[in-house]
């Protein structure tokens, strides 16, 4: 059985900042491209970042890019969100998603296309 469970996140003044960790079980991580996405309340899910499987290559939101870095252990089966120069806007529910991918190159921002789901970690950034 998969599993996605997510870890690290919290309270955090304004340019401060988290790592989130996302970690898969029952799956070869090699085969799949991981993401993040969040959801703030009220808004609909937001792509953050993907990295393609392999670490291929990864991507960001234009709203995150510079601040935010992905990385992962295929080893551990883990993922990593290191969010720097945290916003009150960045506050919301940080998600990790696990998509069937034979793309080493390619990673989707679109949630229906990711297979798997972790429950999410609260990410709050004080003014």
């Known amino acids: 059985q998969v599993q996605v469970v997510e870890s690290g996140g919290g309270l955090v003044q304004a340019g401060g900042s988290l790592r989130l960790s996302c970690t898969a079980s029952?799956?070869?991580?090699?085969?799949?491209?991981m993401g993040w996405f969040r959801q703030a309340p009220e808004k609909g899910r937001e792509w953050v970042s993907c990295?393609?499987?392999?670490?291929?290559?990864?991507y960001y939101a234009d709203s995150v890019k510079g601040r935010f870095t992905i990385s992962g252990d295929n080893a551990k089966n883990t993922m990593y969100l290191q969010m720097n120069s945290l916003k009150p806007e960045d506050t919301a529910m940080y998600y990790c998603?696990?998509?069937?991918?034979?793309?080493?190159?390619?990673?989707?921002?679109?949630?229906?296309?990711?297979?798997?789901w972790g429950q999410g970690t609260q990410v709050t950034v004080s003014s």
């Open positions: 990295m393609a499987r392999n670490a291929g290559i990864d």
């Open positions: 029952g799956l070869t991580f090699d085969d799949f491209a």
């Open positions: 998603a696990a998509q069937r991918s034979d793309e080493d190159f390619f990673c989707s921002s679109q949630p229906p296309l990711y297979d798997y």
